[in-house]
């Protein structure tokens, strides 16, 4: 399996993974839009949602959110939970034949430690695996 670090895409690929926290908050973007109902319609919705299941996948179409962070936790990164993602990642590849894979290297919240060792997770879950390209998607 090719593992290629780097901010430009070296290749087409067939999905993307973002880093994600159990609230789905990370992905959210920052822009303010008009909302087509009450703040108590809104309050109601919100009352019902349960958190995502640190370690899980959450799919949109090509795009898929590996929650990884906790931010109730401190630090909000979980290692396990990545390691549950990255293992979700590799049945759900083997189930549609993903070949190539963008995935977004995680923020743990320490500085200077690279990436190999992300690449050294990555390469364990993807064993007999169909991916056979992963770029890995840094700042």
Do not use: Y
């Amino acid at each position: 399996m090719e593992i290629v670090v780097s901010n430009r895409q070296p290749f087409p690929v067939e999905a993307v993974v973002f880093e994600e926290d159990t609230h789905l908050v990370l992905s959210a973007g920052n822009r303010v839009r008009a909302v087509p109902r009450t703040m108590e319609e809104s309050l109601d919705e919100l009352a019902g949602f349960d958190p995502c299941k640190l370690g899980g996948l959450v799919e949109r179409g090509n795009q898929l959110f590996a929650i990884v962070h906790d931010f109730d936790n401190e630090p909000s990164f979980s290692l396990k939970a990545l390691r549950q993602a990255l293992c979700e990642l590799a049945r759900l590849s083997l189930a549609s034949g993903l070949e190539s894979i963008a995935i977004q290297a995680p923020h743990r919240g320490e500085e200077g430690d690279g990436h190999t060792w992300i690449e050294q997770e990555i390469g364990r879950a993807f064993e007999g695996c169909t991916v056979r390209r992963v770029w890995l998607i840094v700042d």
